[in-house]
């Protein structure tokens, strides 16, 4: 069977920057590629890398692929290219043939259906304001706080007061993206072991310490998320919390069948796609709420801009773009 491959990119601004102890994202770029049958079924997929290195190699490779595809041979080819073109790939392909159907409508715009980013120049102001929305629509709520952006004991003091405010109805969710070493991260891991409010730490240490990792989730529940991408394996392998991201991976089908399995202690989380990729990270966010270790997903909802990209039919993104 052949196949008819498209390509259209896309870039925008986030509304707020993203900062963490690596980097500090103002804007996305990316591309949305469109697969059609010989039963002009359709597929879309999303190229979504976030390193800007990763952002030239994908175009590179995505320059090689030709507008005419035997899908015999598609699979073997698309294994050189980068993940993230892997995963748009294996998502379209998903779409053609039936394997994902995604719904119409999700619920994930209210502040209690996804985690909220803190802003880490001004987080106590932050969880304040939080605070009083969350009181007033009487539902618990998840912050995320990213660490190792300022001097370690001036975070230590704000853990403290977060600590000393946030009652028994946030749950807090904090992320060094492997950032310190073993003496900090055990110093942290002795501050939050008995706390009842913390989901995870996630990616504490640098993604190659996995023995310091694995010590540490004895502590507390250790997250992983850069360790992931980077070892694969360790998908099977690792007994704590998974950070996954479906648009990172090379083929988020394997994601979805594990969640329709009900695979337990997995968080789905955004790579700042537009609408085509998000429909993934709410499908499968949907179906992570129905497992055994229910979190609600990391979609940083509050960073994107008001923009056609965003909508929820993929079609009418890819005809306005």
């Known amino acids: 069977m052949n196949l008819i491959f498209n390509k259209k990119s896309y870039s925008f601004k986030l509304s707020t920057k993203v900062e963490n102890s690596k980097t500090t994202y103002l804007k996305k770029s990316g591309w949305i590629i469109k697969l059609k049958n010989n039963d002009k ?40 290219f980068h993940p993230c073109i892997q995963s748009a790939i294996n998502s379209a392909l998903a779409e053609i043939n039936g394997k994902i159907i995604f719904k119409e409508k999700y619920y994930f715009d209210e502040i209690d259906k996804a985690a909220i980013l803190l802003n ?9 304001e939080i605070k009083k929305r969350q009181s007033n629509i009487g539902k618990s709520v998840t ?3 990213k660490v190792a952006l300022k001097n370690n004991d001036e975070e230590e003091a704000i853990l403290e007061e977060i600590l ?38 996630e990616q504490p240490l640098c993604v190659d310490d996995i023995d310091g990792l694995t010590e540490l989730n ?59 990729g998000r429909r993934w990270l709410y499908h499968l966010s949907s179906l992570q709420l129905q497992g055994s270790t229910p979190k609600v997903p990391g979609l940083a909802m509050n960073k994107f801009p008001n923009s056609f990209l965003f909508l929820n039919e993929a079609k009418n993104i890819w005809d306005q773009l």
């Open 41 to 80: 079924k359709i597929g879309f997929g999303e190229v979504a890398p976030l390193i800007k290195k990763d952002l030239k190699k994908c175009e590179e490779q995505l320059n090689m692929i030709p507008e005419y595809l035997e899908l015999s041979n598609l699979s073997e080819q698309i294994n050189i």
């Open 120 to 128: 880490p120049e001004d987080v106590i102001s932050d969880l304040n």
């Open 143 to 145: 912050i995320k706080w």
């Open 164 to 201: 000393s405010q946030i009652g028994n109805k946030i749950q807090l969710r904090i992320d060094a993206n492997g950032s310190w070493g073993r003496k900090i991260a055990n110093r942290w891991a002795d501050i939050l072991k008995d706390n009842k409010n913390l989901d995870w730490l």
């Open 218 to 276: 004895k502590k507390i529940p250790i997250a992983l998320d850069e360790s992931l991408l980077k070892f694969p394996t360790l998908i099977d392998e690792w007994k704590g919390w998974q950070i996954r991201r479906p648009s990172q991976e090379n083929n988020p089908v394997k994601l979805l069948r594990e969640l329709e399995n009900k695979k337990a202690l997995i968080s789905i989380s955004t790579s700042f796609e537009t609408g085509i």
